[in-house]
């Protein structure tokens, strides 16, 4: 990967399907990408953003817009999206990831290869889906998450899903790919990232790997509240990665530290 000097080279913008790293947000990564821009290509005012948010313990495509390529953010968004999602029963979190701790276990009498089967035609289609609390979506011009760390610092509740509306989402198909005692270890990184993982030792839990083909707006940890929901047992999402978006798929991404090395040059 090289870019030339000049920014005006490229007169439809730069699309950088970035493989995002765990633990980083998405603004981290457009912070970092927008200021080796800037440096790489002499021009202060360079517009740089992304075509859709991923979680902070969420892997895989995050589209980054440079220059001109800005304007076609809001097109990509709309895209479908695919994912592989690690959905963890037994327990719950109040996040519905692994950013805050397991707040209450659940058995596991309900949870079977046949039964995760058997409930997942029931979320394909349009539907309306609630957002987590701990989200980046605006209430009153607040990030929820904001106003869920808030509530969690105080000791209050974070359940009260009426703070949300619901959004009208699609999920177009979902696929098990793996059902697995235990839960997957969190991903290893080099330590940059500042989102915490909380600690799951300890409790009797099952995880099952499931693809998703959903539209813009999808929140897979909604997906797995609701599909705890449905089997009688409480799940969270322990893994997640976007494997397609806006036309890429993940064999296309790039790592960060590659863009970085170009942008240097």
């Known amino acids: ?33 927008k200021y080796a821009a800037i440096r790489h290509f002499g021009k202060k005012n360079l517009k740089v953003g992304h075509a859709g948010t991923l979680d ?10 440079i220059g001109p390529a800005t304007r076609k953010a809001e097109e990509l968004q709309k895209s479908r999206k695919e994912y592989v999602a690690g959905i963890t029963f037994g327990a719950t979190t109040p996040s519905y990831d692994l950013e805050k701790e397991i707040d209450r276990d659940y058995p596991l009498d309900g949870v079977s290869r046949e039964t995760i089967l058997k409930a997942l035609p029931d979320f394909i289609g349009e539907q309306d889906q609630v957002a987590p609390l701990f989200s980046a979506k605006s209430v009153d011009g607040v990030r929820a998450y904001e106003t869920a760390r808030k509530l ?14 619901t959004n009208r989402v699609n999920i177009y198909g979902m696929e098990l790919l793996s059902l697995e005692e235990g839960a997957p270890q969190p991903i290893t990184d080099d330590g940059r990232g500042r989102i915490r993982v909380a600690d799951i030792s300890g409790h009797g839990l099952r995880t099952a790997h499931i693809k998703v083909s959903c539209s813009k707006g999808t929140y897979i940890r909604s997906l797995a509240r609701d599909l705890g ?18 036309g890429f798929t993940i064999n296309e991404a790039v790592s960060l530290d590659d863009v970085m090395e170009a942008l240097i040059e």
């Open 56 to 65: 902070p313990l969420a892997t895989g495509i995050l589209l980054v817009c």
């Open 152 to 165: 969690f610092r105080q000791g209050l509740s974070v359940e009260d899903s009426s703070m949300l509306q």
């Open 1 to 33: 990967m090289t870019f030339t000097k000049n920014i005006e080279d490229y007169p439809d913008g730069i699309i950088l399907p970035i493989d995002k790293p765990y633990r980083w947000t998405s603004a981290d990564v457009i912070r970092k990408v």
């Open 229 to 246: 929901e449905a089997l009688g047992s409480g799940a969270f999402l322990s893994s997640l990665r976007r494997t397609a978006n806006g």
